[in-house]
Protein backbone atom coordinates (compact mmCIF):
# COMPACT_ATOMS: atom_id res chain seq x y z
CA UNK A 1 0.00 0.00 0.00
CA UNK A 2 1.41 3.56 -0.68
CA UNK A 3 1.75 6.51 1.24
CA UNK A 4 0.09 9.25 0.52
CA UNK A 5 1.89 13.03 1.06
CA UNK A 6 3.46 13.79 4.63
CA UNK A 7 1.80 15.90 6.52
CA UNK A 8 2.05 18.95 7.69
CA UNK A 9 2.46 20.27 3.91
CA UNK A 10 0.86 23.59 3.00
CA UNK A 11 -0.95 21.55 0.01
CA UNK A 12 -2.22 19.05 1.97
CA UNK A 13 -2.97 15.69 0.28
CA UNK A 14 -4.73 15.16 -3.07
CA UNK A 15 -7.64 13.45 -4.19
CA UNK A 16 -4.97 11.23 -6.27
CA UNK A 17 -2.54 10.83 -3.35
CA UNK A 18 -5.84 9.81 -0.92
CA UNK A 19 -7.25 7.41 -3.92
CA UNK A 20 -3.29 5.67 -4.31
CA UNK A 21 -3.13 5.37 -0.38
CA UNK A 22 -6.04 3.56 0.16
CA UNK A 23 -5.58 1.15 -2.82
CA UNK A 24 -8.66 2.64 -4.80
CA UNK A 25 -7.22 4.22 -7.26
CA UNK A 26 -7.34 1.44 -9.82
CA UNK A 27 -11.06 1.26 -9.41
CA UNK A 28 -12.30 4.66 -9.71
CA UNK A 29 -9.93 4.61 -13.09
CA UNK A 30 -11.26 1.43 -14.47
CA UNK A 31 -15.15 1.32 -13.11
CA UNK A 32 -14.11 -2.06 -11.92
CA UNK A 33 -15.08 -3.00 -8.41
CA UNK A 34 -12.67 -2.96 -5.24
CA UNK A 35 -15.26 -1.30 -3.48
CA UNK A 36 -15.96 -3.26 0.31
CA UNK A 37 -19.83 -3.36 -1.13
CA UNK A 38 -21.45 -4.87 -3.94
CA UNK A 39 -18.40 -4.55 -6.47
CA UNK A 40 -19.05 -0.95 -6.43
CA UNK A 41 -16.08 1.66 -6.97
CA UNK A 42 -15.74 4.01 -3.82
CA UNK A 43 -18.43 6.30 -3.09
CA UNK A 44 -15.68 9.67 -3.15
CA UNK A 45 -18.36 13.04 -2.93
CA UNK A 46 -21.58 10.87 -2.62
CA UNK A 47 -21.84 10.71 0.96
CA UNK A 48 -20.87 14.23 2.79
CA UNK A 49 -20.09 12.59 6.19
CA UNK A 50 -19.96 9.59 8.54
CA UNK A 51 -20.42 9.43 12.04
CA UNK A 52 -17.19 7.71 14.01
CA UNK A 53 -17.96 7.07 17.99
CA UNK A 54 -14.66 5.75 19.47
CA UNK A 55 -13.14 5.52 22.96
CA UNK A 56 -12.00 8.68 24.65
CA UNK A 57 -7.93 8.35 24.62
CA UNK A 58 -5.87 8.28 27.65
CA UNK A 59 -3.15 10.15 25.18
CA UNK A 60 -4.54 13.31 24.52
CA UNK A 61 -3.04 14.74 21.24
CA UNK A 62 -4.47 10.88 19.97
CA UNK A 63 -7.55 12.51 20.15
CA UNK A 64 -7.30 16.23 20.24
CA UNK A 65 -4.76 16.48 17.13
CA UNK A 66 -3.93 13.34 15.09
CA UNK A 67 -7.29 12.00 14.71
CA UNK A 68 -9.38 15.69 13.52
CA UNK A 69 -5.88 16.08 11.32
CA UNK A 70 -6.49 13.28 9.73
CA UNK A 71 -10.26 14.00 9.06
CA UNK A 72 -9.65 17.05 7.65
CA UNK A 73 -7.28 15.68 5.01
CA UNK A 74 -9.41 13.05 4.60
CA UNK A 75 -12.38 15.52 3.86
CA UNK A 76 -9.95 17.67 1.70
CA UNK A 77 -9.22 14.87 -0.39
CA UNK A 78 -12.46 13.38 -0.82
CA UNK A 79 -15.56 15.72 -0.28
CA UNK A 80 -16.36 13.52 3.03
CA UNK A 81 -16.73 15.00 6.24
CA UNK A 82 -15.60 12.63 9.36
CA UNK A 83 -17.52 13.55 12.72
CA UNK A 84 -15.90 12.10 15.44
CA UNK A 85 -17.10 11.68 18.52
CA UNK A 86 -14.97 10.27 21.46
CA UNK A 87 -16.66 9.06 24.27
CA UNK A 88 -15.26 7.47 28.13
CA UNK A 89 -14.49 3.27 27.04
CA UNK A 90 -17.47 2.32 29.74
CA UNK A 91 -20.35 4.26 27.78
CA UNK A 92 -19.48 2.54 24.72
CA UNK A 93 -21.48 -0.34 25.29
CA UNK A 94 -24.74 1.27 25.74
CA UNK A 95 -24.27 3.37 22.92
CA UNK A 96 -23.37 0.35 20.81
CA UNK A 97 -26.35 -1.36 21.88
CA UNK A 98 -29.10 1.27 21.39
CA UNK A 99 -27.39 1.71 17.75
CA UNK A 100 -27.75 -2.04 17.02
CA UNK A 101 -31.15 -2.52 18.61
CA UNK A 102 -32.76 0.91 16.98
CA UNK A 103 -30.66 0.52 13.54
CA UNK A 104 -29.57 4.30 13.86
CA UNK A 105 -27.02 5.33 14.85
CA UNK A 106 -22.61 5.70 14.10
CA UNK A 107 -21.40 4.78 10.53
CA UNK A 108 -18.60 3.42 12.70
CA UNK A 109 -17.68 2.60 16.06
CA UNK A 110 -14.49 2.21 17.72
CA UNK A 111 -14.89 -1.62 19.52
CA UNK A 112 -12.70 -2.92 21.77
CA UNK A 113 -12.23 -6.34 23.01
CA UNK A 114 -14.66 -9.12 21.36
CA UNK A 115 -17.71 -6.34 21.12
CA UNK A 116 -17.48 -7.84 17.22
CA UNK A 117 -18.75 -11.02 18.79
CA UNK A 118 -21.28 -9.50 20.82
CA UNK A 119 -22.84 -6.83 18.03
CA UNK A 120 -22.50 -9.41 15.06
CA UNK A 121 -25.78 -9.09 14.11
CA UNK A 122 -25.32 -5.38 13.68
CA UNK A 123 -22.20 -5.31 11.72
CA UNK A 124 -21.27 -5.31 8.02
CA UNK A 125 -19.27 -8.38 6.83
CA UNK A 126 -15.71 -6.80 6.64
CA UNK A 127 -13.96 -9.89 4.83
CA UNK A 128 -12.88 -7.74 1.68
CA UNK A 129 -11.45 -5.20 3.31
CA UNK A 130 -9.89 -7.24 6.10
CA UNK A 131 -8.11 -9.19 2.97
CA UNK A 132 -6.99 -5.46 1.02
CA UNK A 133 -5.93 -4.10 4.44
CA UNK A 134 -3.51 -7.07 5.22
CA UNK A 135 -5.65 -8.45 8.46
CA UNK A 136 -3.94 -11.95 8.01
CA UNK A 137 -0.89 -10.21 9.41
CA UNK A 138 -2.11 -9.28 12.12
CA UNK A 139 -1.02 -10.83 15.90
CA UNK A 140 -3.72 -13.72 16.43
CA UNK A 141 -5.61 -12.17 19.16
CA UNK A 142 -6.49 -9.34 17.18
CA UNK A 143 -7.69 -11.03 14.38
CA UNK A 144 -9.90 -13.14 16.75
CA UNK A 145 -11.69 -10.20 18.49
CA UNK A 146 -12.67 -9.23 14.88
CA UNK A 147 -13.15 -12.65 13.15
CA UNK A 148 -17.03 -13.95 13.79
CA UNK A 149 -18.06 -17.59 12.78
CA UNK A 150 -16.04 -17.75 10.14
CA UNK A 151 -16.69 -13.65 8.91
CA UNK A 152 -14.76 -10.62 9.55
CA UNK A 153 -17.34 -8.46 11.38
CA UNK A 154 -14.72 -5.54 11.72
CA UNK A 155 -11.22 -4.32 10.85
CA UNK A 156 -8.39 -4.81 13.46
CA UNK A 157 -6.91 -1.72 14.21
CA UNK A 158 -4.31 -1.70 17.03
CA UNK A 159 -4.07 -3.10 20.58
CA UNK A 160 -3.26 -1.41 24.10
CA UNK A 161 -0.73 -3.57 25.79
CA UNK A 162 0.56 -3.61 29.69
CA UNK A 163 3.50 -4.44 31.86
CA UNK A 164 4.88 -4.07 35.15
CA UNK A 165 5.71 -0.29 35.93
CA UNK A 166 8.61 -0.15 38.75
CA UNK A 167 10.91 2.35 40.92
CA UNK A 168 14.66 1.29 39.61
CA UNK A 169 16.18 3.11 42.58
CA UNK A 170 14.00 1.27 45.30
CA UNK A 171 14.92 -1.87 43.55
CA UNK A 172 18.85 -1.00 43.57
CA UNK A 173 18.27 0.04 46.90
CA UNK A 174 16.97 -2.94 48.34
CA UNK A 175 19.30 -5.03 46.04
CA UNK A 176 16.44 -6.93 44.05
CA UNK A 177 17.77 -7.95 40.68
CA UNK A 178 16.65 -5.65 37.61
CA UNK A 179 13.87 -8.10 35.86
CA UNK A 180 15.15 -7.13 32.62
CA UNK A 181 18.74 -8.15 33.45
CA UNK A 182 19.81 -9.47 30.01
CA UNK A 183 20.08 -13.19 29.40
CA UNK A 184 18.53 -14.20 33.23
CA UNK A 185 14.51 -15.03 33.05
CA UNK A 186 12.55 -13.23 35.46
CA UNK A 187 9.70 -15.68 37.11
CA UNK A 188 6.59 -15.41 39.70
CA UNK A 189 9.41 -16.94 41.92
CA UNK A 190 11.49 -13.81 41.71
CA UNK A 191 8.52 -11.52 41.57
CA UNK A 192 7.86 -12.97 44.67
CA UNK A 193 11.17 -12.42 45.91
CA UNK A 194 11.36 -8.82 45.26
CA UNK A 195 7.55 -8.31 46.15
CA UNK A 196 8.61 -9.22 49.91
CA UNK A 197 11.43 -6.66 50.12
CA UNK A 198 9.47 -4.08 48.88
CA UNK A 199 6.39 -5.02 51.31
CA UNK A 200 8.81 -4.78 54.22
CA UNK A 201 10.14 -1.48 52.71
CA UNK A 202 6.65 0.02 52.68
CA UNK A 203 6.34 0.02 49.34
CA UNK A 204 4.55 -3.22 48.67
CA UNK A 205 3.49 -4.55 44.99
CA UNK A 206 -0.09 -2.67 44.29
CA UNK A 207 -2.32 -4.56 42.75
CA UNK A 208 -6.06 -3.85 41.85
CA UNK A 209 -8.51 -7.01 42.54
CA UNK A 210 -11.48 -5.86 42.22
CA UNK A 211 -14.56 -5.09 39.68
CA UNK A 212 -12.82 -2.41 37.73
CA UNK A 213 -12.60 -3.44 33.87
CA UNK A 214 -8.73 -3.02 33.17
CA UNK A 215 -6.40 -4.06 35.81
CA UNK A 216 -7.84 -6.32 37.57
CA UNK A 217 -8.55 -9.17 34.82
CA UNK A 218 -4.81 -7.87 32.72
CA UNK A 219 -3.28 -9.49 35.93
CA UNK A 220 -5.60 -12.75 37.06
CA UNK A 221 -6.21 -14.01 33.52
CA UNK A 222 -2.40 -14.50 32.53
CA UNK A 223 -1.04 -15.75 35.87
CA UNK A 224 -3.97 -18.41 35.62
CA UNK A 225 -2.63 -18.79 32.09
CA UNK A 226 1.16 -19.09 33.05
CA UNK A 227 0.72 -21.66 35.26
CA UNK A 228 -1.31 -23.57 32.92
CA UNK A 229 -4.77 -22.83 34.07
CA UNK A 230 -7.71 -22.22 31.57
CA UNK A 231 -10.96 -21.34 32.41
CA UNK A 232 -12.17 -23.57 29.44
CA UNK A 233 -10.09 -25.60 26.85
CA UNK A 234 -9.70 -25.00 22.72
CA UNK A 235 -13.16 -26.19 22.32
CA UNK A 236 -14.90 -24.09 24.71
CA UNK A 237 -15.50 -26.78 27.56
CA UNK A 238 -14.68 -25.55 31.12
CA UNK A 239 -11.65 -26.60 32.37
CA UNK A 240 -11.53 -23.87 35.08
CA UNK A 241 -11.37 -26.64 37.89
CA UNK A 242 -7.67 -28.07 37.44
CA UNK A 243 -4.45 -28.79 39.41
CA UNK A 244 -2.95 -25.87 37.84
CA UNK A 245 -5.79 -23.37 38.64
CA UNK A 246 -4.75 -24.68 42.19
CA UNK A 247 -1.54 -24.12 42.28
CA UNK A 248 -2.14 -20.40 40.47
CA UNK A 249 -4.43 -19.76 43.43
CA UNK A 250 -2.23 -20.74 46.52
CA UNK A 251 0.58 -18.77 44.76
CA UNK A 252 -1.61 -15.34 44.51
CA UNK A 253 -2.50 -16.24 48.15
CA UNK A 254 0.85 -16.24 49.12
CA UNK A 255 1.84 -13.18 47.06
CA UNK A 256 -0.79 -10.89 48.04
CA UNK A 257 0.42 -11.93 51.99
CA UNK A 258 3.78 -11.10 51.39
CA UNK A 259 4.19 -8.53 49.05
CA UNK A 260 1.17 -6.43 47.85
CA UNK A 261 -0.74 -3.70 49.35
CA UNK A 262 -3.96 -5.63 50.67
CA UNK A 263 -6.26 -2.69 49.97
CA UNK A 264 -6.09 -3.57 46.17
CA UNK A 265 -9.31 -5.27 46.80
CA UNK A 266 -11.37 -2.03 46.83
CA UNK A 267 -9.25 -0.31 44.11
CA UNK A 268 -10.58 0.71 40.04
CA UNK A 269 -8.49 1.64 37.77
CA UNK A 270 -6.87 5.10 38.99
CA UNK A 271 -5.87 3.66 42.61
CA UNK A 272 -2.99 2.26 41.59
CA UNK A 273 -1.66 5.01 39.45
CA UNK A 274 -1.88 7.49 42.33
CA UNK A 275 -0.76 5.76 44.82
CA UNK A 276 3.08 4.98 42.60
CA UNK A 277 2.93 8.69 41.62
CA UNK A 278 2.48 9.05 45.40
CA UNK A 279 5.15 6.74 46.65
CA UNK A 280 3.12 4.38 47.92
CA UNK A 281 3.87 1.67 45.93
CA UNK A 282 7.18 0.68 43.62
CA UNK A 283 5.55 -1.76 41.72
CA UNK A 284 2.22 -1.87 39.58
CA UNK A 285 0.76 -3.53 36.43
CA UNK A 286 -0.45 -1.06 34.10
CA UNK A 287 -0.24 0.63 30.42
CA UNK A 288 2.71 3.51 29.96
CA UNK A 289 0.04 5.66 31.45
CA UNK A 290 2.19 5.92 34.95
CA UNK A 291 5.31 6.82 33.26
CA UNK A 292 3.54 9.21 30.66
CA UNK A 293 2.04 11.32 33.24
CA UNK A 294 5.48 11.47 35.34
CA UNK A 295 7.49 11.93 31.97
CA UNK A 296 4.90 14.18 29.89
CA UNK A 297 1.70 15.19 30.93
CA UNK A 298 2.67 16.73 34.79
CA UNK A 299 6.43 16.31 34.90
CA UNK A 300 6.63 19.51 36.81
CA UNK A 301 4.31 17.75 39.05
CA UNK A 302 6.71 14.98 39.33
CA UNK A 303 10.53 16.20 39.18
CA UNK A 304 12.57 13.56 38.48
CA UNK A 305 10.30 10.55 39.49
CA UNK A 306 10.30 9.18 35.17
CA UNK A 307 13.78 8.96 35.04
CA UNK A 308 13.10 6.25 38.35
CA UNK A 309 11.02 4.18 36.37
CA UNK A 310 11.17 1.45 34.22
CA UNK A 311 9.26 -1.49 33.07
CA UNK A 312 9.20 -4.72 32.70
CA UNK A 313 6.36 -7.75 30.95
CA UNK A 314 4.65 -10.41 33.27
CA UNK A 315 6.58 -12.93 34.72
CA UNK A 316 7.79 -16.35 33.42
CA UNK A 317 5.49 -18.95 34.79
CA UNK A 318 5.78 -23.06 34.48
CA UNK A 319 3.42 -22.95 31.41
CA UNK A 320 5.07 -19.53 29.52
CA UNK A 321 4.77 -15.59 30.13
CA UNK A 322 1.19 -14.60 28.52
CA UNK A 323 -0.22 -10.77 29.10
CA UNK A 324 -3.92 -9.77 28.30
CA UNK A 325 -3.75 -7.43 25.20
CA UNK A 326 -6.65 -5.02 25.15
CA UNK A 327 -7.66 -5.13 20.89
CA UNK A 328 -9.31 -2.31 19.01
CA UNK A 329 -11.22 -2.73 16.12
CA UNK A 330 -13.55 -0.72 13.82
CA UNK A 331 -16.61 -1.58 12.61
CA UNK A 332 -19.25 -0.33 9.65
CA UNK A 333 -22.48 -0.51 10.90
CA UNK A 334 -25.01 -2.95 8.91
CA UNK A 335 -27.81 0.17 9.45
CA UNK A 336 -25.57 2.80 7.47
CA UNK A 337 -26.13 4.43 4.89
CA UNK A 338 -22.62 5.67 4.23
CA UNK A 339 -20.59 2.13 3.90
CA UNK A 340 -18.66 2.74 0.90
CA UNK A 341 -17.13 6.29 2.68
CA UNK A 342 -17.05 4.11 5.85
CA UNK A 343 -14.87 2.04 4.40
CA UNK A 344 -13.07 4.61 2.95
CA UNK A 345 -11.95 6.12 6.34
CA UNK A 346 -10.78 2.62 7.65
CA UNK A 347 -8.81 2.53 4.26
CA UNK A 348 -7.14 5.88 5.07
CA UNK A 349 -6.41 5.21 8.75
CA UNK A 350 -4.80 2.00 7.81
CA UNK A 351 -2.61 3.72 4.86
CA UNK A 352 1.39 3.27 6.44
CA UNK A 353 1.83 7.58 7.10
CA UNK A 354 -1.03 7.69 8.83
CA UNK A 355 -0.84 4.67 11.10
CA UNK A 356 2.60 5.19 12.00
CA UNK A 357 1.77 8.87 13.24
CA UNK A 358 -1.33 7.22 15.00
CA UNK A 359 0.78 4.35 16.74
CA UNK A 360 3.64 6.39 17.12
CA UNK A 361 2.33 9.76 18.90
CA UNK A 362 1.07 6.97 21.49
CA UNK A 363 4.80 6.75 22.73
CA UNK A 364 3.99 2.99 23.15
CA UNK A 365 0.87 3.44 24.75
CA UNK A 366 -0.56 2.31 21.61
CA UNK A 367 0.76 -1.18 20.12
CA UNK A 368 1.09 -1.62 16.27
CA UNK A 369 -1.14 -4.77 14.34
CA UNK A 370 1.79 -7.07 12.95
CA UNK A 371 5.28 -8.41 14.57
CA UNK A 372 7.10 -6.07 12.36
CA UNK A 373 6.34 -3.17 15.07
CA UNK A 374 8.28 -4.85 17.38
CA UNK A 375 11.38 -4.12 15.07
CA UNK A 376 10.87 -0.23 14.91
CA UNK A 377 13.02 2.14 15.38
CA UNK A 378 11.15 4.13 17.90
CA UNK A 379 11.46 1.30 20.82
CA UNK A 380 15.26 2.37 20.44
CA UNK A 381 14.72 6.25 21.38
CA UNK A 382 13.27 5.48 25.06
CA UNK A 383 14.85 2.71 26.83
CA UNK A 384 11.77 2.98 30.02
CA UNK A 385 9.11 1.85 27.81
CA UNK A 386 11.09 -0.81 25.36
CA UNK A 387 9.44 -3.81 27.42
CA UNK A 388 6.42 -2.77 25.75
CA UNK A 389 7.87 -3.73 22.37
CA UNK A 390 7.02 -7.35 23.33
CA UNK A 391 3.63 -7.16 24.85
CA UNK A 392 1.95 -8.25 21.30
CA UNK A 393 4.11 -11.13 21.12
CA UNK A 394 2.82 -12.98 24.42
CA UNK A 395 -1.50 -11.30 23.83
CA UNK A 396 -3.88 -13.86 24.50
CA UNK A 397 -7.52 -13.13 24.65
CA UNK A 398 -10.03 -13.44 27.79
CA UNK A 399 -11.20 -17.42 27.09
CA UNK A 400 -8.19 -18.76 25.79
CA UNK A 401 -7.34 -20.95 24.59
CA UNK A 402 -10.99 -20.99 24.05
CA UNK A 403 -12.87 -18.48 21.51
CA UNK A 404 -12.94 -15.31 22.35
CA UNK A 405 -16.90 -14.94 21.60
CA UNK A 406 -19.99 -14.11 23.74
CA UNK A 407 -19.13 -16.38 26.41
CA UNK A 408 -15.95 -15.23 27.20
CA UNK A 409 -17.38 -11.74 27.20
CA UNK A 410 -20.20 -13.03 29.70
CA UNK A 411 -17.18 -14.36 31.80
CA UNK A 412 -15.19 -11.31 31.50
CA UNK A 413 -18.18 -9.25 32.36
CA UNK A 414 -18.88 -10.93 35.47
CA UNK A 415 -15.37 -10.85 37.25
CA UNK A 416 -15.63 -14.68 37.19
CA UNK A 417 -11.96 -14.98 37.29
CA UNK A 418 -11.48 -11.71 39.20
CA UNK A 419 -13.53 -12.94 41.97
CA UNK A 420 -11.59 -16.44 42.17
CA UNK A 421 -8.60 -15.06 43.48
CA UNK A 422 -9.84 -12.28 44.77
CA UNK A 423 -12.20 -14.74 47.68
CA UNK A 424 -8.61 -16.82 48.06
CA UNK A 425 -6.68 -13.95 49.30
CA UNK A 426 -9.23 -13.35 51.61
CA UNK A 427 -9.29 -16.50 53.19
CA UNK A 428 -11.42 -18.99 51.46
CA UNK A 429 -9.72 -22.09 50.78
CA UNK A 430 -8.61 -23.44 47.11
CA UNK A 431 -11.59 -25.69 46.91
CA UNK A 432 -14.42 -23.01 47.56
CA UNK A 433 -13.02 -20.37 45.47
Request: proline letters at 5%; hydrophobic letters at 40%; charged letters at 25%.
Amino acid sequence: MKNGKRAGQSSGISRRDMLKATGAAAAVATGAGVGLFGGKAPAFAQAREIHVVAWSHFIPVADSETMPRFAAEFQKATGVKVRLEFINGNDLTPRATAAVESKTGADIFQFQWNQPHVYAAGCEDHDKLAAELGADKMYKFLRDASFVEGKYRAMPYYSIGNAFAYRKDIYSKLSIRDPNTPGIAFTWDDFLAGGKRLKKNGTPVGQALGHSFGDPPTFCYPLLWSFGGREVDEKGKVAINSRETRFSIEFLKELWLAACDEGGLAWDDSANNRAFLGDQIACTLNGASIYFVARHMKAKDYPGLADKIGHFNMPLGPAGRYHAILPFEHSIMSYSKQKEAAADWIRFLHAKKQYEDYILVQKGYGLGATPDWEKHPFWDQDKAVAPFKENAKYGRNFGWPGPFGRAASEVQAKYIIVDMYARAVQGQSTTET
